[in-house]
């Protein structure tokens, strides 16, 4: 097959719903990147990030005869003011991104293998072994910021990233990541409150708190952390929230990312929410990672941080719940009202 015209492939990927699409040679990744990072430990208990490391550093494995990654990536800032307060991270807040990505991407595939039948695929929102900021940034398309977050010029770092490798050349290929913007600025590191950004924008996951609010649901969230989390319960902005680079966000106008209606409950709602209530508001969005009793530790402790005297008959309640990450937050909470 020739190589295939990137210029139809934009359009392709702009007729789907991406807001930016990038090609990378799908060339093996430095065993470096990924081994260094899950070494030091910075992958917490995430061990399927250490898992089929020979896959992640060679998508080669994944789709035999891979010639290109494709980065796709979406905006997805909402300012809406019925979320202005919400202590969900703002990708959280609408409709689960990994369907909206997965969607776009599919739609995309299908008109690749009309127009180029046999073209071979593999692709994937946040699954499957690629590691999609390395793909993102060769294509061109931005780069990995102090934040560890990957900043575009357009949209900042409010962005999500979908990868489809191909058995196919392209005609232009991005040339590595766009130049450093950060400079001598250090905001992101100073404003974390946990200390998790690490240098050269590594964070590490045990002390970052979208990590632990989303990822750790098994174990407590260890002490020196639950008091930076008085108004977070889903995820963590500040690092995004902070950089400059983020200043002219833009808007998302697709509905997808509109806020539902559980970003407009607040810490002591999301804290007290009944299993029906859970039922309502939280399937279909990427709530439901931390499930019914992650979600209200999460914001148990976040009543606790914030030493929330209203929320006292509340926390007692919880204080005799039979879940136990609930009851035990809920009894730290109490202390610290009582501190
Ligand atoms: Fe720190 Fe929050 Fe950024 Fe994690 S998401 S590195 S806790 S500021
Ligand atoms: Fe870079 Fe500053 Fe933004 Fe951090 S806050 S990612 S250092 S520009």
Redesign the pocket.
Known sequence: MSSLPTASLRQLAEAVGFDLVGFSRAEPIPPEVLCSWVEAGYAADMDWMGERAAERLDVRLLLPGAKTVVTFANNYYRDDPEAADSPIARYARGRDYHSTLRDRMKAFRKALQETYPGIGTYGGVDSGPMMEKVWAARSGMGYV???GCF?TERYGSWVLLATLILDAEVDVYGEGPAAD??GP????LLSCPTGALVGNGRVDARACLSYQTIENRNQEVPEAFRVAMDSLVFGCDI?QD????NRKPVFAESPRFAPRAVAGLGVMELAGLTPEQYAQFVPGTALARARYDGLRRNAIYALGAARHEQARALLEKLSGESSEPVRSAAQWALLQLAS
């Open positions: 910021g102090k934040n900043i913007r950060c600025c250090r905001r992101c690092c902070v950089c400059p680079l």
